[in-house]
């Protein structure tokens, strides 16, 4: 009798555990709510402005880090967003994706204005010096290295594939991996889109 | 001068990596604190009390390593690299606290504070039932081991290692907790006394806990590094610090986890059926000597 009330107890605690995890506050990307500091920074867009993320108050920023050279991650990951926000249902104005040049380099301000607008109009390069990229790379705690160049002194850039998503003020909400399908990203950044303006409680 | 030019910069690039990556003042000064009071105790203990070279050597480098693990640039390294981080919780973790442990530096410490703090007052604040409670529990014969692999298996569940390795606070609570643990474990474990002179547990029980524990540990470790999934897609996330076949990364950090873990496990084991051996032999020795005490002396 005792035994078995005891596994209705272990049981009840389950259920409640599984009910709270799969309710409201489910995402089917990661939420990083409170984990990961606000967006700040402070770079230049590929027109060569200085902006900074009060600049993008307003909108749902996406943060990505990359470089124009980068073969499959980058381009890849850019294409899936462009899908994601076209599917989200987020007007013009709505959301930015921030496309920031871990190999400032070789991507000149010219470059980046080229590479982005391929993606479309919601798309923004950023660059900026060592010090400020690694201030922003730190505070993210990303990681990218560049490898030795070969014989026509091309090298390739290690970098990480997160995709960080910060609501309109600017808090960070959830992070996109390559494991992530443009459905479930969509989905995800409607509810950030939307209700980011009512507050983050659900989150 | 060529010479003198490389040699400068040398120093800078060590200098450079031996400066905190995220700086925490509080291991600063518990790591400086710990460092300055055991100086102090060596130089007032007597000669006599003064601990052999080899147990001071312990005390030091095991400090240092911990310092070394979470105040260098090894710790960015080992924030981007799964199995430098594994290597990263087993000096926090099993070497660190082990090497201090088995240091016994308590006296010593003791000894090194300043004169206005008197032992009694803190043999007081000791004593408090709160405290005195809350340590018989994270010792007991039971609790200790569980929460000693539970932790260790609470931080590399996939989940929570992302969330981990993603934000700064849970990243210290993590380290933290590790090398606070640790030295719960191994200051329990490698306890000198037999139980009737104040252990909380005997040289049996403590053998066969510390193997115990040693079992799920190789469990978890045999299955980081013989799965051919990548669990930790964290290090793909943010980055890695150098181009590594996520797969390797991940077995080189599952071996680390169930080979040199274990064999601190053994090393225990050792130690502690050596230092039984010795009490033995000096409590057979204590019964006899009465009854023969004559014989003895001429």
């Given at each position: 009798m005792w035994r078995s009330r005891k596994w209705a107890l272990a049981a009840l605690l389950a259920a409640g555990l599984l009910s709270a995890c799969s309710g409201e506050g489910a995402w089917r990307t990661h939420d990083i709510f409170k984990l990961v500091p606000d967006l700040a920074f402070s770079l230049n867009d590929d027109r060569g402005r200085s902006v900074s993320a009060q600049d993008y108050r307003g909108k749902v920023t996406l943060l990505f880090f990359g470089y124009t050279h980068c073969e499959d991650v980058c381009p890849e990951t850019l294409a899936q967003l462009a899908q994601t926000l076209r599917t989200s249902g987020s007007g013009r104005d709505d959301a930015r994706v921030l496309f920031v040049t871990v190999d400032p380099a070789r991507d000149s301000t010219a470059v980046m204005h080229g590479y982005v607008q391929a993606f479309g109009p919601q798309f923004v390069g950023l660059r900026g010096d060592a010090a400020a990229l690694d201030a922003l790379a730190r505070r993210y705690r990303v990681s990218y290295s560049l490898g030795k160049p070969d014989a026509q002194g091309r090298y390739e850039v290690t970098h990480g594939s997160a995709v960080f998503v910060f609501d309109r003020e600017g808090r960070a909400r959830l992070v996109f991996t390559a494991k992530d399908t443009p459905a479930a990203m969509a989905q995800d950044l409607r509810r950030v889109l939307f209700d980011s303006g009512a507050g983050a409680g659900a989150g | 001068m060529v010479l003198l030019h490389a040699l400068m910069q040398g120093l800078i690039a060590a200098s450079a990596f031996l400066l905190p990556w995220e700086l925490s003042p509080t291991l600063l000064v518990s790591c400086a604190g710990a460092l300055?009071?055991?100086?102090?105790?060596?130089?007032?203990?007597?000669?006599?009390?003064?601990?052999?070279?080899?147990?001071?050597?312990?005390?030091?480098?095991?400090?240092?390593?911990?310092?070394?693990?979470?105040?260098?640039?090894?710790?960015?390294?080992?924030?981007?690299?799964?199995?430098?981080?594994?290597?990263?919780?087993?000096?926090?973790?099993?070497?660190?606290?082990?090497?201090?442990?088995?240091?016994?530096?308590?006296?010593?410490?003791?000894?090194?504070?300043?004169?206005?703090?008197?032992?009694?007052?803190?043999?007081?604040?000791?004593?408090?039932?709160?405290?005195?409670?809350?340590?018989?529990?994270?010792?007991?014969?039971?609790?200790?081991?569980?929460?000693?692999?539970?932790?260790?298996?609470?931080?590399?569940?996939?989940?929570?290692?992302?969330?981990?390795?993603?934000?700064?606070?849970?990243?210290?609570?993590?380290?933290?907790?590790?090398?606070?643990?640790?030295?719960?474990?191994?200051?329990?474990?490698?306890?000198?006394?037999?139980?009737?002179?104040?252990?909380?547990l005997g040289f049996g029980a403590r053998i066969l806990i510390v193997l115990a524990a040693m079992v799920p540990q190789m469990l978890i470790g045999a299955h980081i590094a013989l799965s051919n999934r990548d669990l930790y897609d964290v290090y793909a996330v943010c980055g890695r610090a150098w181009e590594i076949d996520p797969l390797l990364d991940q077995h080189l950090g599952g071996l680390i986890t169930w080979i040199p873990a274990a064999m601190m496990h053994v090393i225990a084991a050792l130690v502690l059926i050596g230092r039984w051996a010795r009490h033995d032999r000096n409590e057979t020795h204590r019964m006899r000597a009465p009854a023969s005490s004559n014989s003895g002396r001429a």
């Open positions: - | 300055i009071l055991y100086w102090r105790g060596l130089r007032r203990v007597r000669a006599a009390e003064r601990p052999a070279p080899g147990r001071r050597i312990a005390f030091f480098s095991g400090l240092l390593l911990v310092y070394f693990v979470m105040q260098t640039r090894f710790d960015y390294l080992s924030q981007h690299m799964f199995y430098l981080h594994r290597l990263q919780h087993l000096v926090l973790h099993h070497l660190g606290p082990f090497l201090i442990a088995l240091s016994q530096p308590l006296t010593v410490l003791a000894r090194g504070l300043p004169a206005r703090i008197r032992p009694a007052a803190i043999a007081r604040i000791w004593r408090l039932p709160v405290i005195r409670v809350a340590y018989r529990l994270l010792q007991n014969a039971l609790v200790a081991p569980l929460l000693f692999v539970g932790l260790i298996w609470f931080w590399l569940t996939s989940r929570i290692h992302f969330d981990a390795m993603l934000s700064d606070p849970l990243y210290w609570v993590m380290n933290w907790s590790m090398l606070i643990d640790g030295l719960l474990f191994w200051i329990l474990m490698l306890d000198p006394r037999p139980r009737r002179e104040g252990a909380l």
